[in-house]
């Protein structure tokens, strides 16, 4: 059963694409892409404008994506810039602070160019140049804005770690790109405590490059360490530089930003976007799927430290001069309905959130919701995984009142924006569903097996068969294992790692990782970085990690760990490894469940056979299929004997 729910009449006649538009458009774009994408390009400001619009091999072996590629810009003029004179008095950033008592500051766009000038110059003037790498780990205060502008400006490549990662985590970023500089807060205040920034900072750099700088933003005023030669306040470093500077002329595929994310195997991966391609489609996309009209108050709830944070709270917003609300917080601080507090306190129009905080805040009632006025909103979004119908209803009929279409945005790191989703005044509503492609997106899904194409109603893999603007380039450093990653697999297409089903009315349904990647609360985590961090403990000889279903993140992580002949599995040895995971890669990658395993299901060749986990982690072992193959089959009864999630 699959309801539809219609285009609401009022967004229909409103919005800039309705569905005749819509269709129009779509085939235009996949049948012109040249003529498409030369006029869409020309939505930001060009210093020497592109001839060449695209220029694509998918071929396994030159994989090589370029787009615009002779044109030239610069992002922070274009975020900034370009907006003075029209609406310099406008609010760009308008900031809510963890704590609800403290106040919101409404920071122009003529006050954030300022402070991104003097920002890019202070930059300049620790020897940050164009091309160098600079890491960026910091709360979601305006200066994560600012130091990502500043870098954009100079043609320095940002790369921003969330600040939830552990230090090991940050060292492993800082010297896989070769930063120059790492750009930290003394504290980061988040649901009334303070994470310790500068410290993990301090942590980290111990395993970096002596000549690592540290630039501090001053957040809390709590009292920090400080290495004097390496070391350097934002605040007072700005006092001695000059106000202007002028934006560095970029090549369109000059890189912008490095962001790493998890993949199959234990190493995050560095993925690269490029200037002139990734502005064009941020800016689209961020116009088009939200349909944001001039003066509207815009809210993505998501980090600056996740790629969504860097399209749709940064980039894609101040390219198109909206006013993007930037939140420290938590949305259950200091209570539950902090969401909805903000909506009413800054008459949000647009909310962009991920379905794990509508599970969780669905939790807490409707009472909660009701009581903020949310007549504001029109526009509602939701990022990062799945989202189950219950939850969709939920956020349409309670936070929405039934007024407001959802769009499911479907994307990834590596896609830059969205390339699977609704637009609200164009696409009737099915709750669960991404629905169809954003123009110039090609989906097709494929037999798993055979990578034949499946039309019409099918389920299988999902690739993409041709490029887009916002595509990223390569992973940094390492251009055969992007090939290997997302070009090899399906010869001639973009692999994306989800599998989906395709139904009658070509509506696209998301099924979830095919990969050994897990999706926790919209986070992606490697199951082989989980599994190399347990490892590293003395006590653990062997580790194999899963996901199961979990009602409140989506997916839950479950480690099968297999002790040391000496060591005795206990609650306290339980306890500790899940407190060690946290602390080698951060919370979000805590485990759930640990289930202490005297043995792994192993081929004889010595291969896990994880799909015997997966059914046993959750709790569906009737039908583990065949076992004959197993070096030891008996290991399996113990492993269900024993295992963590009885439903
Ligand atoms: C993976 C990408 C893109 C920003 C946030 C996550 C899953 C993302 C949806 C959606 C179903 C979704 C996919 C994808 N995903 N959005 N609307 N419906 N699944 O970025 O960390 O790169 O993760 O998140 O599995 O591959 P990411």
């Known amino acids: 059963m699959s309801d539809i729910i219609p285009v609401p009449a009022s967004i229909a006649s409103a919005a800039y694409i309705d569905k005749a538009?819509?269709?129009?458009?779509?085939?235009?774009?996949v049948e012109n892409p040249d003529a498409f994408w030369a006029q869409e390009g020309r939505r930001i400001d060009w210093i020497k404008p592109f001839k060449t619009v695209r220029n694509v091999d998918y071929t396994y072996g030159s994989v090589s994506i370029k787009w615009f590629e002779d044109g030239t810009l610069n992002a922070s003029a274009n975020c900034l810039d370009r907006h003075l004179a029209e609406r310099g008095d406008q609010t760009a950033i308008l900031f809510e602070p963890d704590d609800?008592?403290?106040?919101?500051?409404?920071?122009?766009?003529?006050?954030?160019?300022?402070?991104?000038?003097?920002?890019a110059n202070v930059l300049k003037a620790l020897g940050v140049g164009k091309g160098d790498r600079v890491v960026i780990y910091l709360p979601m205060i305006p200066e994560a804005a600012y130091a990502m502008l500043a870098c954009a400006?100079?043609?320095?490549?940002?790369?921003?770690?969330?600040?939830?990662?552990?230090?090991?985590?940050?060292?492993?970023?800082?010297?896989d790109c070769e930063a120059k500089l790492v750009i930290t807060a003394d504290g980061a205040p988040r649901g009334g405590r303070v994470t310790n920034l500068k410290a993990n900072a301090d942590t980290a750099l111990k395993h970096c490059a002596a000549s690592v700088k540290c630039l501090v933003v001053k957040r809390t005023g709590q009292d920090i360490a400080w290495s004097a030669d390496r070391d350097s306040w934002l605040d007072e470093m700005e006092?001695?530089?000059?106000?202007?500077?002028?934006?560095?002329?970029?090549?369109?595929?000059?890189?912008?930003?490095v962001l790493y994310t998890s993949g199959s195997t234990g190493k995050p991966k560095g993925v690269v976007h490029t200037t002139g391609g990734y502005l064009v489609f941020a800016a689209m996309t961020h116009q088009i799927t939200f349909d944001y009209k001039p003066g509207e108050v815009y809210w993505?709830?998501?980090?600056?430290?996740?790629?969504t944070g860097h399209t749709y709270i940064v980039y894609g917003p101040l390219a198109n001069g909206a006013i993007s609300l930037m939140f420290e917080g938590v949305p259950t601080y200091p209570d539950a309905g902090r969401f909805w507090s903000v909506v009413a306190k800054h008459k949000v129009n647009t909310f962009y959130t991920a379905p794990t905080a509508i599970r969780a805040l669905m939790g807490k009632g409707e009472e909660i919701v009701k009581k903020h006025d949310r007549s504001s909103l029109r526009i509602l979004g939701t990022v990062g995984e799945p989202i189950n119908p219950e939850a969709w209803r939920w956020y349409y009929e309670v936070v929405g009142d039934k007024r407001c279409p959802v769009v499911?945005?479907?994307?990834?790191?590596?896609?830059?924006?969205?390339?699977?989703?609704?637009?609200?005044?164009?696409?009737?509503?099915?709750?669960?569903?991404?629905?169809?492609p954003f123009f110039g997106v090609q989906p097709a899904v494929l037999d798993p097996g055979t990578g034949e194409e499946l039309s019409g109603k099918a389920e299988g893999v999902l690739v993409i068969k041709d490029s887009w603007p916002g595509q990223m380039r390569t992973v940094w450093g390492d251009h055969q294992r992007f090939m290997d990653t997302y070009f090899q697999q399906y010869p001639g297409t973009y692999f994306t790692g989800d599998g989906c089903r395709r139904d009658e009315d070509g509506y696209y349904w998301i099924t979830g990782r095919v990969d050994?990647?897990?999706n926790v609360s919209g986070h992606r985590m490697g199951t082989a970085e989980i599994e190399s961090a347990l490892v590293a403990h003395e006590a653990v000889s062997e580790a194999a990690v899963v996901g199961y279903p979990h009602d409140l993140k989506g997916q839950g992580i479950y480690c099968y760990v297999t002790l040391m002949a000496d060591r005795e599995p206990t609650e306290a040895l339980r306890t500790e490894l899940q407190n060690w995971v946290r602390s080698e890669i951060g919370p979000i990658a805590k485990p759930d469940l640990i289930q202490f395993a005297p043995g792994l299901p192993k081929t004889r060749s010595g291969k896990i056979m994880r799909r015997i986990l997966r059914k046993i982690a959750e709790d569906d072992f009737g039908a583990l299929g065949d076992t004959s193959t197993l070096a030891e089959p008996q290991v399996v009864d113990d492993l269900i004997e024993n295992r963590q999630n009885r439903k």
């Open 21 to 29: 538009k819509y269709e129009e458009m779509y085939a235009a774009s």
């Open 153 to 175: 400006r100079i043609g320095a490549i940002h790369s921003v770690v969330f600040a939830g990662f552990s230090p090991d985590s940050l060292a492993n970023r800082i010297n």
């Open 516 to 518: 050994d990647v897990l």
């Open 100 to 119: 609800p008592n403290a106040e919101a500051q409404h920071i122009t766009y003529r006050q954030v160019y300022e402070r991104v000038c003097k920002f």
């Open 239 to 257: 006092a001695g530089v000059p106000a202007e500077c002028p934006p560095t002329e970029m090549n369109a595929e000059d890189p912008l930003f």
């Open 300 to 307: 993505c709830t998501a980090d600056v430290g996740w790629v």
């Open 408 to 436: 499911d945005t479907w994307w990834q790191t590596e896609t830059g924006g969205h390339l699977i989703t609704n637009l609200p005044g164009a696409t009737p509503m099915k709750p669960g569903s991404a629905t169809t």
